[in-house]
Structure formats: C-alpha cells, structure tokens
Nanobody
Framework: EQLVESGGGLVQPGGSLRLSCDASGMTGMIFELYIMSWYRQAPGKERELVATITTDTSTTYADSAKGRFTISRDNGRRMVSLEMNSLKPEDTAVYYC???????????WGQGTQVTVFS
C-alpha cells in the first residue's frame, strides 16, 4: 500500500500543473485523520516542504510557494492536490506526497512525480 502521485510533467516557465496524490489504495488508512503535505527534492538538494493541509483544512506554504501554489484535499475521494501556477525553472524537482498522523507516529510517502520547468 502506498500513496500514488500523478500529474507531473514538462512545462514552460509561467505554466501550470496540477499534482494529485491518491490514497484510495491504502484501505487501512483513515484519510481524514492525516495531515497531508507535498515535498520536493531537486537534484543535489535536500527534500523540502512545499505545502501542508491539516485535518481541519488549514494550509501552510513555503515562502517559495506562497501566492503560486494551492494545496487542497478531498476526504471523500481520499486525495490531495497541489495546483501550481506561474511555474519557474527553480520549481523543477521530484514532488512527493506525505501523509502524517502525529498522534500515532505514523507517516506514509508516495513514490514521487517529476516536474520539469524549462525554457
């Protein structure tokens, strides 16, 4: 069982992508109890937090994502999305979805989806 990301691809600067993370295959997971986040990792760099949405749908963003990215969740479909607009070359990275439940020290990661922004 694993989170499954999709929606990555190649896009020009200024373009948009919508990433999705599907937890429907994780039947033992109570999705609405998990904090959901998107991370990214560029070549040669550490993985960094991009955006988080809590169980009560509060959101936080890295400074680099504020005003351009929007995280959302659909508990009924067990999915979380990341809408990315005004993409820049520095947004190029593998994007990972993470599900976290801090009260029971449990987290899950997806396999990642590549986003490449190029001129």
């Amino acid at each position: 069982e694993q989170l499954v990301e999709s929606g990555g691809g190649l896009v020009q600067p200024g373009g948009s992508l919508r990433l999705s993370c599907d937890a429907s295959g994780m039947t033992g997971m109570i999705f609405e109890l998990y904090i959901m986040s998107w991370y990214r990792q560029a070549p040669g760099k550490e993985r960094e937090l991009v955006a988080t949405i809590t169980t009560d749908t509060s959101t936080t963003y890295a400074d680099s994502a504020k005003g351009r990215f929007t995280i959302s969740r659909d508990n009924g479909r067990r999915m979380v999305s990341l809408e990315m607009n005004s993409l820049k070359p520095e947004d190029t990275a593998v994007y990972y979805c993470k599900a976290e439940r801090r009260d029971v020290w449990t987290d899950y990661w997806g396999q990642g989806t590549q986003v490449t922004v190029f001129s």
